[in-house]
């Protein structure tokens, strides 16, 4: 039971450049989500899916898309990276959209240059 | 809007000591509050949660919280600390009643527990 996982750990990218960042969960969780972390700021939201075959605008969605493959996987993707989009990227999940308590995976660390 | 407030950035106390980290909040409605603690270089994970009952919430590792509805705050407390307890601890918020938004958890911006020994 891994929980969680995302990948690529690391990245570093170009300007302009695009990448999706994978997340899958393992515990059968309806609901799953993308934060990113920025030093001072805390996590703020991107986007979330409640369930499979809905997703919803998180705090900071601009720039970014996501596709709820399956009840698994979330994929978190970037058309044309930018550099304000370099932060750590997490991954979470929880049973049901609102459910108490989120799972987060060990996150990416990205930067764009 | 949802909001939580984690007034203290950085906070030193010495092996034995109890500690407490500050969280206030602010919602319309009745808040469902939230722990987690990250270690260095790993996601967050989960310590403990108040949605309803009791004001003080017990968790992992020792830590419990008091819901305080008059302060709007949920401080997080530990009676003797220890050097593994060192870690950036995030105090969240939802509000259940908030339509749309009310999946969503918000954040505090973390606070940096040092525990010297």
């Known amino acids: 039971n891994a929980g969680v996982t995302q990948t690529p750990k690391f990245q570093v990218l170009k300007t302009g450049q695009s990448m999706t960042l994978q997340c899958a969960q393992d515990?059968?969780?309806?609901?799953m989500y993308w934060y990113r972390q920025d030093p001072g700021m805390g996590l703020r939201l991107i986007y979330y899916?409640?369930?499979?075959?809905?997703?919803d605008k998180g705090e900071v969605p601009n720039g970014y898309n996501v596709s709820r493959l399956n009840k698994r996987e979330f994929s978190l993707r970037l058309e044309s990276a930018a550099p304000s989009q370099t932060s750590v990227y997490f991954c979470?999940?929880?049973?049901?959209?609102?459910?108490?308590?989120?799972?987060f995976g060990p996150g990416t660390r990205l930067l764009v240059l | 809007a949802q909001s939580v407030a984690q007034p203290e950035d950085q906070v030193n106390v010495a092996e034995g000591n109890p500690l407490t980290v500050k969280c206030t909040y602010s919602?319309?409605?009745?808040?469902?509050l939230f722990w987690y603690v990250q270690y260095p270089n790993r996601g967050l994970q989960f310590l403990l949660k108040?949605?309803?009952?009791?004001?003080l919430v017990k968790g992992s590792y020792g830590f419990e919280a008091e819901f305080n509805k008059s302060q709007t705050s949920f401080h997080l407390k530990k009676p003797s600390a220890l050097v593994s307890d060192s870690a950036l601890y995030f105090c969240?918020?939802?509000?259940?009643?908030?339509?749309?938004?009310?999946?969503?958890?918000?954040f505090g911006k973390g606070t940096k527990l040092s525990v010297i020994p």
């Open positions: 979470a999940s929880s049973e049901a959209p609102g459910a108490e308590t989120q799972y």
């Open positions: 899916s409640a369930s499979e075959g809905t997703t």
């Open positions: 969240a918020v939802r509000d259940p009643h908030s339509g749309a938004g009310s999946y969503q958890l918000t």
């Open positions: 919602v319309s409605g009745n808040p469902y």
């Open positions: 108040y949605i309803t009952g009791d004001n």
């Open positions: 515990m059968n969780h309806n609901s």
